[in-house]
């Protein structure tokens, strides 16, 4: 019984996942479009959770659906446009955007047709948390360090551009 409700979850959470991201790139309101985004990595950590990968689906949300998506919502802030009902404007590269969509989603299909699956799921270990800290704070800390200095770096620019932009509209 257990088998039909995990089946069922997966493709519950795979419909809002697919119909969440279709609303982001489809509405007009980029705010909309981010609060759309937040719902489809939410519904991601509920995959997690189906998996039974409790650790990667608290970092899915604290990272994506809450870091990432508020600083969405603060460079959205910070540039400030007048009408904020339309800034999600369509143009004029959905034939190339939909070419590449075709593609990327053939070539998705042939990897997962001519990939070996196993049948029995190896079973998750206990302590998945301690191998992924010490591997990361180990192994893999210079790598870990340089793309959070490469975050704070993006972040700083980010609002030095923003503000520069006011201070030019005022100037107008």
């Known amino acids: 019984m257990e088998g039909i409700w995990m089946t069922a979850a ?3 959470l795979a419909a809002i996942i ?4 279709l609303l ?3 509405l007009k309101n980029i705010v909309h479009s981010v609060l759309w985004l937040a719902v489809c990595f939410v519904a991601m950590a509920g995959l997690f959770l189906t998996l039974d990968a409790d650790f990667l689906a608290a970092v899915q949300v604290l990272v ?3 870091a990432v998506c508020i600083m969405v919502v603060f460079g959205i802030m910070l540039i400030q446009r007048g009408d904020m009902g339309s800034t999600n404007l369509f143009n004029n590269q959905t034939k190339a955007a939909a070419g590449v969509v075709a593609l990327v989603l053939a070539v998705c299909g042939y990897l997962a047709a001519t990939t ?3 049948s ?3 079973a998750v270990p206990e302590n998945t948390v301690e191998s992924i800290a010490e591997i990361m704070l180990s192994k893999y800390v210079i790598p870990f360090e340089v793309a959070a200095i490469l975050l704070l770096v993006a972040l700083v620019g980010a609002i030095f551009l923003a503000k520069e932009v ?3 509209a005022r100037n107008d």
């Open 10 to 12: 997966f493709y519950l």
């Open 18 to 21: 697919l119909g969440s991201a």
């Open 24 to 26: 982001v790139v489809l």
């Open 64 to 66: 994506y659906a809450g």
């Open 116 to 118: 070996p699956w196993a």
């Open 120 to 122: 029995p799921a190896a």
């Open 166 to 168: 006011k201070a030019d």
